[in-house]
């Protein structure tokens, strides 16, 4: 089992970036899938980004190109780069570790989650 605390959220104003970490403690993040979600008030959870245990990354259309994701296994540490933000990326952001490595877009790909951290994005 791993459990999962993010941080680094905040408030920014629109253009700015933010990173967002999430420490893993437990096991080693090198046995894992790593993603990210986010979720806005009244809306589905949505994928953000994952990193598989082989390196291979992939993004959600609308982060492609702004977001980054990377992991440095040693630390047990996952990180969230988040540049050129929008008003409209304001959500609480998760991390998520998956056992599987499977549906990597999806939450239902994902066993374990950290709590969230806040990201607020002002016009």
């Known amino acids: 089992q791993v459990q999962l605390v993010e941080s680094g959220g905040g408030l920014v104003q629109a253009g700015g970036s933010l990173r967002l970490s999430c420490a893993a403690s437990g096991r080693t993040l090198s046995s894992y899938a790593m993603g990210w979600f986010r979720q806005a008030p009244g809306k589905q959870r949505e994928f953000i980004a994952y990193?598989?245990?082989?390196?291979?990354?992939d993004y959600g259309n609308s982060m492609r190109g702004r977001f980054t994701i990377s992991r440095d296994n040693a630390k047990t540490t996952v990180y969230l780069q988040m540049s050129s933000l929008k008003p409209e990326d304001t959500a609480v952001y998760y991390c998520?570790?998956?056992?599987?490595?499977?549906?990597?877009?999806?939450?239902?790909?994902?066993?374990?989650w950290g709590q969230g951290t806040q990201v607020t994005v002002s016009s």
């Open positions: 998520a570790a998956s056992v599987r490595g499977m549906a990597l877009t999806y939450s239902e790909g994902y066993t374990y």
């Open positions: 990193s598989r245990r082989d390196g291979i990354t």
